[in-house]
């Protein structure tokens, strides 16, 4: 009779036999290996280390694996092993301006000094299915251009801010140590830079459909895609032991820079302003929701009325966490038969009351 | 600390660096100064997902020892699957004993529950809360509520319970009912039935509570003053059953229904398993 709660732990071995059997699929057809993962599913594994917040294409490879391709999961198991991680050292500032571009395009000026440089991306091509990517095929060959892109490739934005036209780009007075969202909880009102680290490690569609919002009369900012670039940059770390610089590797980024109207404040003539995003990997679609969220959520420093959800820090940041918001709603699997019980009971004292003649409320009062 | 590491790779004993436990020792101090206060701090993803106890986790990671007893339970049961997978992490991590008796146990993780064997001094219980803020329901905003603590403006959670009284003629909340821990702060007991209230109050064993989505803690230190909110003329009462536990036959423990067939048949038992097997031990 009373065997629901009985034979839990035989009950979770075997769903872990399930899970690894459904993982593996037919064992007729060649394993995945982490390698394919990573060269072929590339996007799939940024993204799992930009929202894991942990850039080691390897082990993103290996947790998408395990996941069977659940981004989500594939992000979970990344930031579960990152806790694990001792810390050696902060990196110095990336520096974007010297990245070794491999793409750059502006929305706002038809040509801009280095050009427009289109690199791998799918944004000109027909979205037609490629039916020959249904069996092996041949890549065509690649033709390079025959000058290399310009290094460092200048900022397109510098040009409006040698004009005066677009705000200053300034750290904070006296250039904070920027708080660490990994090893201090979110507090608010949460600085930009705080922000930021919380929107760079946020989950994608969240951003993206938040970003859509203020295109859509919810914090109308008027953005213009400045600059996006996508490639390599260096990091450096400088060890105190040392005393200078040594450079530990590189990783790819991609950077937006979108410009946005002001109307002015009391203080401040027009010009445009500024939101940044920043991505591990090719990510231009988290990038530039990112500096729409970015940009939005600057509406209370710019002295802009705040009515729209993207406008309002709370919300934004504290539902942008993809584990924590699949392990919360997802917590909802769980035995609740203690509460739930006392919900029944009062429910049927309340319905008790609401069907007898005489209600006792009010013979209190 | 390798040594008993049962895992492939080199996690530390009980998963989290010492470094990281260290911080949360030092914000479990503070807690247990500022009884009810909650306590911001750094919260780590875990091996499990956020909501299934990844607050209580960290907090067991962080004071468990090589020679605790630990005892987890959810929903009163030591059987539940998501008891059963985080006692299992624990044993794999730190290779403790563990165990299901409440008697036994020097370190008790639980969910909804506070079990029905009084607990002793020197013991420390460990609550999993996935919403560690009182008045969350009735102000969104963390800033805001944060004033309120500040200020001990507890009037929206008076009024609340105050329009309870007027549209139901009693106040219509079961479980997670709010308590003043202390007399200074208003606090959420996680989402245990309004029954195991008075079992925080002037407890001998150590509650610690942790919330690691909402990045929170607090603690009931042993013999602190704990009220549920009520009125004079409305004063605080517990859930009590027609029926006793069909298994053991209690007369005063926490009852779970049970449906039995289609029909829409039930039965009541303990939902404290440890409980409800030395109830019926005892009678055999």
């Given at each position: ?157 510098e040009v409006l801010a040698a004009e005066g036209l677009i705000e200053a780009e300034q750290p904070l007075p006296g ?191 | ?284």
């Amino acid at each position: 009779m009373y065997v629901a709660v009985k034979g839990g732990e035989t009950a979770i071995a075997r769903s872990w036999d399930l899970l690894a059997a459904a993982r593996r699929g037919d064992s007729a057809l060649a394993e995945l290996s982490l390698g394919q993962i990573r060269q072929q599913l590339r996007l799939a594994v940024a993204r799992v280390m930009q929202e894991g917040s942990l850039y080691d294409e390897e082990l993103a490879a290996l947790a998408l694996k395990q996941a069977a391709g659940d981004t989500v999961e594939a992000v979970f198991l990344l930031r579960a092993f990152r806790t694990t991680l001792p810390r050696f050292a902060s990196s110095k500032p990336l520096d974007t301006a010297a990245m070794r571009v491999r793409r750059r395009v502006s929305g706002t000026f038809k040509d801009v000094p280095g050009g427009q440089i289109l690199g791998p991306t799918a944004d000109y091509t027909q979205r037609l299915l490629d039916f020959s990517l249904g069996h092996s095929s041949e890549v065509p060959p690649c033709t390079l251009a025959d000058s290399g892109v310009p290094q460092p490739l200048p900022s397109v934005l510098e040009v409006l801010a040698a004009e005066g036209l677009i705000e200053a780009e300034q750290p904070l007075p006296g250039d904070p140590e920027p708080a660490d969202l990994t090893r201090q909880p979110l507090m608010f009102p949460a600085d930009r830079a705080t922000r930021l680290q919380n929107l760079a490690r946020a989950d994608e569609g969240w951003l993206l459909g938040l970003a859509y919002s203020t295109q859509r009369g919810y914090a109308e900012s008027h953005p213009f895609a400045g600059e996006i670039r996508m490639g390599e940059v260096s990091v450096s770390v400088c060890p105190e032991e040392l005393g200078f610089d040594i450079d530990i590797g590189e990783i790819t980024l991609t950077e937006c820079q979108m410009i946005n109207q002001f109307a002015g404040s009391k203080t401040a003539p027009p010009q445009f302003t500024r939101g940044y995003g920043l991505s591990f990997g090719e990510a231009e679609r988290k990038a530039m929701a990112m500096a729409l969220v970015d940009r939005s959520l600057r509406a209370e420093e710019l002295g802009e009325a705040a009515h729209a959800p993207a406008q309002q820090q709370e919300f934004v940041l504290y539902h942008s966490d993809n584990v924590e918001a699949s392990g919360f709603v997802q917590h909802l699997k769980l035995p609740h038969y203690v509460d739930f019980q006392a919900e029944l009971s009062l429910i049927r004292t309340l319905r008790a009351q609401a069907n007898s003649s005489a209600p006792q409320e009010a013979a209190h009062d | 600390m390798t040594e008993a590491c049962h895992s492939q790779w080199q996690y530390n004993f009980a998963f989290l660096d010492e470094n990281t436990k260290r911080m949360l020792r030092r914000a479990l101090l503070k807690a247990v100064a500022i009884p009810g206060y909650q306590v911001p701090f750094g919260s780590r993803e875990m091996p499990l997902p956020y909501g299934w106890g990844t607050g209580g986790i960290q907090l067991t990671a962080s004071i468990i020892g090589q020679d605790d007893v630990l005892k987890v339970i959810d929903q009163g049961a030591d059987d539940t699957t998501n008891a059963v997978n985080i006692r299992r992490f624990f044993a794999r991590v730190t290779g403790v004993a563990t165990t299901s008796s409440t008697a036994a146990a020097s370190l008790i993780q639980s969910r909804h529950r506070i079990p029905e064997t009084p607990l002793r001094s020197g013991q420390i219980m460990v609550f999993q809360v996935p919403e560690p803020e009182a008045l969350r329901t009735l102000e969104a905003s963390e800033v805001e509520t944060r004033k309120l603590h500040a200020h001990q403006e507890y009037g929206l959670m008076h009024v609340k319970l105050y329009e309870d009284i007027a549209r139901f003629g009693h106040i219509a909340t079961s479980y997670d009912y709010p308590v003043m821990v202390n007399q200074r702060y208003l606090s959420s007991p996680s989402p245990i039935p309004k029954f195991d209230n008075p079992k925080l109050h002037m407890s001998p064993a150590l509650l610690l509570f942790g919330a690691g989505r909402e990045k929170r803690l607090y603690a009931i230190p042993p013999h602190t003053r704990v009220e549920s909110l009520a009125f004079d003329d409305h004063p605080f009462s517990v859930q009590r059953w027609e029926q006793a536990c069909a298994l053991c036959g209690s007369h005063d423990s926490y009852l779970d229904e049970i449906i039995t067939d289609d029909a829409g048949a039930r039965m009541f038992v303990c939902s404290d398993t440890d409980y409800c097997q030395q109830q019926q031990e005892g009678k055999a």
